[in-house]
């Protein structure tokens, strides 16, 4: 499976983003799909992820403000951003692992998208 994110860019405070993750093969095929994020100087740190079954979770600096959803039919992945914080700012990747037991952990990801930026300020 490839993955390419799409839709990072710079907001203001309080603005929306949404960004999309396409894969090349069915992302239906892996257990657990999310996203995570690292900003300068810190660890990669999962914030939301849906798994086969479409159950969703989501690291707390993020629920309530964050959605994840995943489109079968377009093998697209997607994170709906919305309240943006200066501290939302970081590289976002969308990532495949075979189980969401562990979903916040970056180690348990298989695939990995190249990234993209998303600037809040």
């Known amino acids: 499976v490839q993955l390419v994110e799409s839709g990072g860019g710079s907001v203001q405070p309080g603005g929306s983003l949404r960004l999309s993750c396409g894969a090349s093969?069915?992302?239906?095929?892996?257990?657990?799909v999310g996203w995570l994020r690292q900003a300068p100087g810190k660890e990669r740190e999962g914030i939301a992820a849906?798994?086969?079954?479409?159950?969703?979770t989501y690291a707390d600096s993020v629920k309530g403000r964050f959605s994840i959803s995943r489109d079968g039919a377009k093998n697209t992945l997607y994170l709906q951003m919305n309240s943006l914080i200066p501290e939302d700012t970081a590289m976002y990747y969308c990532?495949?692992?075979?189980?969401?037991?562990?979903?916040?952990?970056?180690?348990?990801?298989?695939?990995w998208g190249q990234g993209t930026q998303v600037t809040v300020s």
């Open positions: 990532a495949a692992a075979g189980s969401c037991s562990v979903w916040y952990r970056k180690d348990e990801y298989n695939y």
């Open positions: 849906i798994d086969r079954d479409g159950i969703t």
């Open positions: 093969g069915s992302i239906y095929g892996d257990a657990c």
